[in-house]
């Protein structure tokens, strides 16, 4: 079965201090690997997908890359409006996107 | 905004009720997903329809049913409902049947079951 794990729970950081999440998985034949973020009572919000290792996209602060066996979000210099929770999602064979327990980032100002 | 309608946005029913959740794809989108979330299990897929076929499913309760009509708007019936039904249902779209398309939120349905 598709395993994913992200890692830490939660970050607390400081307006301006760079920071990594990881996404570790476990699947067979992986066909994309997907970073969204969610705020509190809100649905998911589409960020990246990476294909293969060694791809990486960014979006403003917000830099995504892939490996092998994992994934990083890197949040570069953040803000307190990138506070949110990260999830972190595979798809694999038969298609259905199998999801984190994700990454709650808090940015204090 | 992802395109992606859902109500109702809170629901309140008692348990052993029967409830009805409603989706709108993005246009031009054919596939609709649905997901629950609670607080213990996180993000799961239930099941996917694509262009008013089921396609995939995941851990939908036998309890749990859903289509999809020719309009592509889907609905997701929950029967008999227990108290460890309350979660957020999420309903996702995307453009193709699979492969790896991008799938976007609508701001899902909060359920409360007394």
């Known amino acids: 079965e598709d395993q994913v794990t992200q890692s830490p729970e939660a970050l607390r950081l400081q307006e301006g201090e760079s920071s990594s999440l990881n996404c570790s998985y476990t699947?067979?034949?992986?066909?994309?690997l997907f970073w969204y973020r969610q705020d509190p009572g809100k649905g998911p919000e589409f960020l990246f997908t990476?294909?293969?290792a060694g791809e990486e996209k960014e979006k403003e602060r917000l830099k995504a890359t892939l490996t092998k066996k994992e994934s990083f979000l890197h949040i570069t210099a953040p803000k307190p409006e990138d506070s949110a929770t990260y999830l972190c999602?595979?798809?694999?064979?038969?298609?259905?996107?199998?999801f984190g327990a994700g990454t709650t980032v808090t940015v204090r100002a | 905004d992802s395109g992606v309608t859902q109500t109702p946005k809170h629901l309140i029913t008692a348990t052993g009720q029967r409830v009805t959740l409603r989706c709108s794809p993005r246009?031009?989108?054919?596939?609709v997903y649905w997901y629950q979330q609670s607080l213990d299990q996180g993000l799961q897929f239930l099941i996917q329809?694509?262009?008013?076929?089921?396609?995939a499913k995941g851990n939908i309760l036998e309890r749990f049913s859903a289509q999809q009509f020719p309009d592509l708007h889907s609905e997701l019936n929950l029967s008999s409902l227990e108290l460890g039904d309350s979660a957020l249902y999420f309903c996702?779209?995307?453009?193709?049947?699979?492969?790896?398309?991008?799938?976007?939120f609508g701001p899902g349905t909060r359920l409360t079951v007394t």
């Open positions: 996702a779209s995307s453009v193709g049947l699979a492969g790896s398309a991008e799938q976007y």
């Open positions: 699947v067979s034949g992986l066909r994309g």
């Open positions: 990476l294909y293969s």
């Open positions: 999602a595979v798809q694999a064979g038969d298609y259905k996107l199998s």
């Open positions: 246009s031009g989108d054919l596939s």
């Open positions: 329809y694509y262009n008013g076929e089921e396609r």
